[in-house]
């Protein structure tokens, strides 16, 4: 069974840190792109960040220089940091995995949700004012 199950969530007042973990079974995380996405109450799901084969990472225009996408080949796993969290962060925060992938991926292959095919149940963030 492929499975991917998301830790880290929680409350948090803006302008504080939270590390999201994506901890996936059988799948190679390595092999593929993994992503962050989130869906804010009452909007779609929208992309978040991501890293492909070759460790290039993406992120949306919303969070750049402030989360951090990472993943550790030997645990399996892959990582969100989050600083510096504002209210408009506030959304359920979901992992996914892409099909298998060439080693380098484009910024529209890895934005788009239908290139992955397994998805995490999520984890709530909540960043309060």
């Known amino acids: 069974q492929v499975q991917l199950v998301e830790s880290g969530g929680g409350l948090v007042q803006a302008g504080n840190s939270l590390r999201l973990s994506c901890a996936a079974s059988?799948?190679?995380?390595?092999?593929?792109?993994t992503g962050w996405f989130r869906r804010a109450p009452g909007k779609e799901r929208e992309f978040v960040a991501a890293?492909?084969?070759?460790?290039?990472?993406y992120y949306a225009d919303s969070v750049e220089g402030r989360f951090t996408i990472s993943r550790a080949n030997a645990e399996n796993s892959a990582s969100l940091q989050m600083n510096s969290l504002e209210p408009d962060d506030t959304a359920v925060y979901y992992c996914?995995?892409?099909?298998?992938?060439?080693?380098?991926?484009?910024?529209?292959?890895?934005?788009?949700?239908?290139?992955?095919?397994?998805w995490g149940q999520g984890t709530q963030v909540t960043v309060s004012s």
């Open positions: 996914a995995a892409s099909r298998r992938t060439a080693f380098y991926a484009t910024r529209a292959y890895v934005t788009a949700q239908s290139s992955y095919d397994t």
């Open positions: 059988g799948r190679t995380l390595s092999d593929r792109v």
């Open positions: 890293i492909d084969r070759a460790g290039g990472e």
